[in-house]
């Protein structure tokens, strides 16, 4: 009798472990349209073309740093092999205290890779078409809404752009060309008519995708100029992550752009 007793509490303890890893995440959607920059502050610590960018860079420090200095949301980097990332990071950001919306950024092409998403405390996953066919990035954009997960569709091209008829939360335009890792930040300016007139314009609401423009973006003044396009999401790490202080360069970065 007591081990039965023990085996049922165990089992209901189990079924409210699940009912959390499904549970509704901070919104990445509702912060970047309820925020005055829409900056998503990323730690990255290396990258493939730039080897590495703040190796001694902790996970435990600077998100929270981030989240302190103004941030609307954050993206960590959980690829290990190019960018030097893991998914602890992700915990290790949310036990040091950070709240915000998290976005895994990694290249998914698995649904393993969204359980692990949801396992380590992210809000959002990223999807990215050059990597998925239109039926896959389906799959996999139902099953991460069925674990609570947000998704952030990136593109790249005008090619891609029907991929945001699939109902993402978010669509990101990517500013790096993903063969030869140079940005060019017009890409997002090219494309954003165009995204627009397939997903609407996104507002508190309605259900239309939030655009989001990713790399390459130094100049506070570009922000504002996509802003005037329709974003309201800004992806920047490498420009942060450069600094001594990624936390004091963000606060830096949001005060030219709200003054």
């Not at 959980?78 to 992700?90: A, K, L, R, V």
């Not at 990136?154 to 699939?166: C, D, G, I, K």
């Not at 989001?212 to 920047?236: C, H, M, W, Y």
Request: proline letters at 3%.
């Amino acid at each position: 009798m007591f081990m039965q007793d023990i085996l049922k509490e165990i089992v209901a303890h189990k079924h409210v472990e699940l009912e959390q890893l499904c549970a509704k995440k901070p919104s990445l959607r509702e912060a970047l349209l309820q925020s005055e920059t829409g900056i998503i502050a990323e730690f990255k610590r290396r990258s493939p073309s730039k080897g590495w960018i703040k190796e001694e860079g902790r996970a435990d420090i600077i998100p929270l740093s981030y989240q302190q200095n103004g941030a609307a949301a954050l993206s960590i980097l959980t690829d290990e092999h190019y960018f030097g990332g893991c998914d602890d990071f992700i915990r290790q950001a949310r036990q040091s205290g950070v709240t915000l919306p998290i976005l895994y950024k990694n290249f998914v092409i698995d649904e393993a890779q969204l359980y692990a998403a949801a396992l380590c405390g992210a809000s959002a996953v990223l999807l990215i078409a050059a990597c998925l066919t239109k039926q896959e990035c389906q799959v996999l954009l139902h099953k991460a809404h069925e674990l609570g997960l947000e998704v952030l569709l990136e593109m790249h091209s005008e090619q891609e752009l029907e991929y945001a008829t699939l109902g993402p939360d978010l669509c990101g335009i990517n500013n790096r060309n993903l063969g030869s890792f140079v940005t060019d930040v017009e890409n997002s300016f090219r494309l954003a008519e165009r995204l627009r007139s397939i997903c609407g314009c996104a507002t508190a609401t309605n259900s239309a995708p939030v655009l989001v423009s990713e790399s390459g973006i130094s100049n506070p003044d570009t922000v504002k100029a996509l802003r005037q396009a329709g974003f309201r999401g800004f992806l920047i790490g490498e420009n942060f992550m450069k600094t001594a202080d990624p936390g004091q360069a963000l606060n830096e970065f949001i005060q030219s752009i709200v003054k």
